[in-house]
Each structure stands twice: as structure tokens, then as C-alpha cells.
């Protein structure tokens, strides 16, 4: 089986939009590596350390509340 981990990395910056708090943190309850792909990526602060959440950046908040919308908002009929 081939995983695509875009995609994957792509539902967890949506996931991390769920435990939002503090304008700019969420809690950093995920797969480790997909959670490094995403700092790597620019989107959230190194989820290393102790801290039990991560800072997203600006680019990182937008694309997790887009993606927040596309997967998880049912639109109005």
C-alpha cells in the first residue's frame, strides 16, 4: 500500500484546527511525522520539546482553516 502523506498532512493541519486555542496554538496530539512534514513544510513551529502545542505560522493558520472548511463544513443547501 502507497500512502499518500500530502493527503495525510493535509487532514491533520485540518484536525489541528480543532484544538485552536490562544488565536494562534493547538495541541500537538498527532503523528509525530506528520507533524514534522508540516513544520517542515512552514506551517506550524517545531512540535519538539515540551510544550504540549504548537504555534501555527500565518500561512499555516489560512491553509488549516481552508482545510478545516473543505473537509469538515457541511455547506448550506
Known sequence: ???????????????????????????????????NRLYEKGYISDPVGKAKSVVFTEEGMRRSEELFRIMFVIKAE
Do not use: E, P, S
Open 1 to 35: 500500500m502507497t500512502i499518500d502523506n500530502d493527503r495525510i498532512d493535509d487532514a491533520v493541519l485540518a484536525l489541528l484546527h480543532l484544538g485552536l486555542h490562544d488565536k494562534f496554538r493547538a495541541w500537538k496530539g498527532f503523528d509525530w511525522d506528520a507533524m
